[in-house]
T-cell receptor, first 114, second 112 residues
Framework: GAVVSQHPSWVICKSGTSVKIECRSL??????MFWYRQFPKQSLMLMAT?????????EQGVEKDKFLINHASLTLSTLTVTSAHPEDSSFYIC??????????FGDGTRLSIL | GEDVEQSLFLSVREGDSSVINCTYTDSSSTYLYWYKQEPGAGLQLLTY?????DMKQDQRLTVLLNKKDKHLSLRIADTQTGDSAIYFCAEIPKAAGNKLTFGGGTRVLVKP
């Protein structure tokens, strides 16, 4: 069965809207989750590490005020794309994994900003 | 530094074997992974190998690891049309915490 649930799977919205994506760990409590962005025909780019109960750790070049991450519980992390613009259109994927264990990925969220 | 490289594309006939190759630079990883991504979907963990192993077989999948050359391969026997996807190899270097480093992905096209 699924280890990670990601919702929604597809969002279309107008420019300037904020969009929230949820990532849930179904099988275990996750102190750490990861958020990735994927452009068409490219590999995954790590955006940030979501840490339960503390601030997320962002990769270089990722705007933390643009991509807000909240990890309020051991089973839920959210990524909010604030004031989204067409250049934010992408495929966003989360992953969950225990240390030294394989990471499991959500099904991804396709975000389209008009 | 951390760098994982894969060939971009592989075309194979249904029923043949596919071999996808990957090279990596950081030898500190405990495990190396293969993920599969179908169009519009997330990543599915296919298999992984412990770094002190040379080979792992799981049904139609065979993973070979050459630590000396830092080379990882995934062989799919009796390739089916449902195997058409992008395949990513990945590692977690010890210095990276639990963060995956991905290759660029190999697009496999299976022709009937």
């Amino acid at each position: 069965g699924a280890v990670v649930s990601q919702h929604p799977s597809w969002v279309i919205c107008k420019s300037g809207t904020s969009v929230k994506i949820e990532c849930r760990s179904l099988d275990f409590q996750a102190t750490t989750m990861f958020w990735y962005r994927q452009f068409p025909k490219q590999s995954l780019m790590l955006m940030a590490t979501s840490n339960e109960g503390s601030k997320a750790t962002y990769e270089q070049g990722v705007e933390k005020d643009k991509f807000l991450i909240n990890h309020a519980s051991l089973t839920l992390s959210t990524l909010t794309v604030t004031s989204a613009h067409p250049e934010d259109s992408s495929f966003y994927i989360c992953s969950v994994g225990q240390p030294n264990q394989p990471q499991h990925f959500g099904d991804g969220t396709r975000l389209s900003i008009l | 530094g951390e760098d994982v490289e894969q060939s971009l594309f592989l075309s194979v006939r249904e029923g043949d074997s596919s071999v996808i190759n990957c090279t990596y630079t950081d030898s500190s990883s405990t495990y190396l992974y293969w993920y599969k991504q179908e169009p519009g979907a997330g990543l599915q963990l296919l298999t992984y190998i412990f770094s002190n192993m040379d080979m792992k077989q799981d049904q139609r999948l065979t993973v070979l690891l050459n630590k000396k050359d830092k080379h990882l391969s995934l062989r799919i026997a009796d390739t089916q049309t449902g195997d058409s996807a992008i395949y990513f190899c990945a590692e977690i270097p010890k210095a990276a915490g639990n963060k995956l480093t991905f290759g660029g992905g190999t697009r496999v096209l299976v022709k009937p």
